[in-house]
């Protein structure tokens, strides 16, 4: 049975140590789960009984292309004006409760596993149902349109009901839950689930432009961050930024699993951030 960890707040006794894992370096990040605690969360205009931790924004020596939050609204609340920029694309992914989500007057209801693609310009509102909050990943990125390419449309989805597409030579150790073709080029970034069973390894480090934003739903493991090798587990977030070197190690004993971002199928930029 697929299960995803959700931050619920709290905040740790007084007699708890205060060193963590938390890290911050040139080249990564990791914010471990000890530190979603209720002194760290913040508000948005526009939400009614809701409170998020943002863990990623675009910074200089942080994230360069996108916002990731993690969410929690209470029953009954929501926003009928989610984002005043007009300019972003959005993902959500739901890891806790029930909602519903109107994208252009059309309502879909949500709950655990939820996947749902929100383009640019897009009128959108979401509401929690049920009796306990809904608990959801929202990520936002301005939208790079290109020449000759269309825009892409809105979809919603659940995870479930897609297939797991594993790593050829692994025997069905590494995995990706991809939710757009990868071929697709009016998608400019990726959103999708990684899936390490128990011995499942990144066989190399990884080293390539793509920067990436990692929160773990599920299991734990061993992480090659540029020179470190550090340990994750359920809740954590952890930030690379282009060209960093990774690797992973999934030692079980359960599934390893995580959202992972990507930007993707757009020119360098030779101006700066966003050829600004």
Request: aromatic fraction near 14%; charged fraction near 20%.
């Amino acid at each position: 049975m697929t299960s995803y960890y959700a931050p619920t707040g709290g905040l740790p006794p007084q007699t708890a140590l205060m060193t963590q894992r938390a890290v911050f370096t040139e080249a990564y990040a990791v914010i471990p789960k000890g530190c979603f605690s209720d002194i760290l969360v913040s508000y948005l205009p526009g939400w009614t009984g809701t409170r998020l931790w943002l863990i990623a924004r675009p910074m200089s020596g942080f994230s360069e292309t996108f916002s990731q939050y993690v969410m929690e609204v209470q029953p009954g609340h929501g926003s009928d004006a989610p984002d005043a920029d007009m300019g972003a694309e959005h993902w959500l992914f739901v890891t806790h409760g029930e909602a519903t989500l109107t994208i252009g007057g059309a309502g879909h209801d949500l709950s655990p596993g939820s996947y749902a693609y929100i383009p640019a310009g897009t009128r959108w509102t979401f509401l929690a149902e049920g009796s306990e909050p809904a608990r959801f990943h929202w990520l936002r990125k301005l939208y790079e349109p290109a020449p000759g390419v269309a825009a892409p449309e809105a979809f919603v989805t659940n995870e479930t009901d897609l297939p797991v597409n594993w790593m050829p030579d692994t025997a069905r150790r590494w995995g990706t839950t991809r939710f757009v073709d990868p071929t697709d080029l009016r998608h400019d970034a990726h959103v999708n689930i990684v899936t390490f069973q128990p011995g499942g390894v990144i066989p190399f480090e990884e080293t390539h432009v793509m920067e990436h934003g990692l929160y773990v739903l599920e299991g734990k493991a061993v992480y090659k961050l540029n020179k470190d090798w550090v340990e994750v587990e359920a809740g954590d977030f952890m930030w690379l930024r282009a060209y960093c070197p990774q690797a992973c190690y999934a030692a079980g004993p359960g599934p390893f699993r995580y959202l992972l971002y990507k930007d993707v199928n757009r020119h360098a930029k030779l101006r700066g951030v966003l050829g600004r």
